[in-house]
């Protein structure tokens, strides 16, 4: 929940910016911020027992390339995945964005149930009809204001 209402305001801040640099540069200045806000933190918190015991245990099960090129790749894709959903928004509401988002959170949910065979808790059924639901509501009420827009326009 909390993960959906930072994606909203981010979202809504980032579209009101655009109106002064496009969706790169904004982007860009977005994950320089970011870097800067959450290094610190990550160091003073997680810092110590990061390198004891997360990278040695890391590099002793799958080896030093193989961890290196798994950060690669995985910081690849996640930065494309950013740059994609920063792009959309630039053509996009940020309601629509927003929706565009639990609808995919929804799906990656379908696809490791059906793909890795992961089981559905309860927590996880509970959420995904919330957000099933709310987009078609969503939809629904949307429908019925163009609907009644093009009444009044004819």
Same mark, same amino acid.
């Given at each position: 929940?909390?993960?959906?209402?930072?994606?909203?305001?981010?979202?809504?801040?980032?579209?009101?910016?655009?109106?002064?640099?496009?969706?790169?540069?904004?982007?860009?200045?977005?994950?320089?911020?970011?870097?800067?806000?959450?290094?610190?933190?990550?160091?003073?918190?997680?810092?110590?027992?990061?390198?004891?015991?997360?990278?040695?245990?890391? =590099?002793?099960?799958?080896?030093?390339?193989?961890?290196?090129?798994?950060?690669?790749?995985?910081?690849?894709?996640?930065?494309?995945?950013?740059?994609?959903?920063?792009?959309?928004?630039?053509?996009?509401?940020?309601?629509?964005?927003?929706?565009?988002?639990?609808?995919?959170?929804?799906?990656?949910?379908?696809?490791?149930?059906?793909?890795?065979?992961?089981?559905?808790?309860?927590?996880?059924?509970?959420?995904?009809?919330?957000?099933?639901?709310?987009?078609?509501?969503?939809?629904?009420?949307?429908?019925?204001? %163009? %609907?009644?827009?093009? =009444?009044?326009?004819?």
């Amino acid at each position: 929940m909390i993960s959906n209402i930072s994606f909203t305001y981010r979202s809504i801040y980032s579209k009101k910016a655009m109106t002064d640099m496009d969706s790169t540069n904004l982007y860009a200045y977005i994950s320089i911020i970011a870097l800067f806000v959450c290094i610190p933190p990550a160091i003073i918190i997680e810092g110590p027992q990061l390198v004891q015991h997360g990278f040695k245990d890391a =590099i002793a099960k799958v080896g030093l390339t193989k961890l290196i090129s798994n950060f690669f790749v995985v910081g690849l894709f996640y930065h494309l995945y950013n740059q994609v959903a920063t792009n959309t928004l630039e053509r996009v509401a940020p309601l629509t964005h927003a929706i565009g988002n639990v609808l995919k959170r929804v799906f990656v949910i379908g696809f490791s149930i059906i793909a890795f065979g992961n089981k559905i808790t309860t927590q996880t059924g509970i959420g995904t009809s919330i957000a099933v639901s709310g987009v078609a509501l969503y939809s629904f009420i949307k429908a019925k204001i %163009e %609907e009644k827009k093009q =009444i009044k326009s004819a």
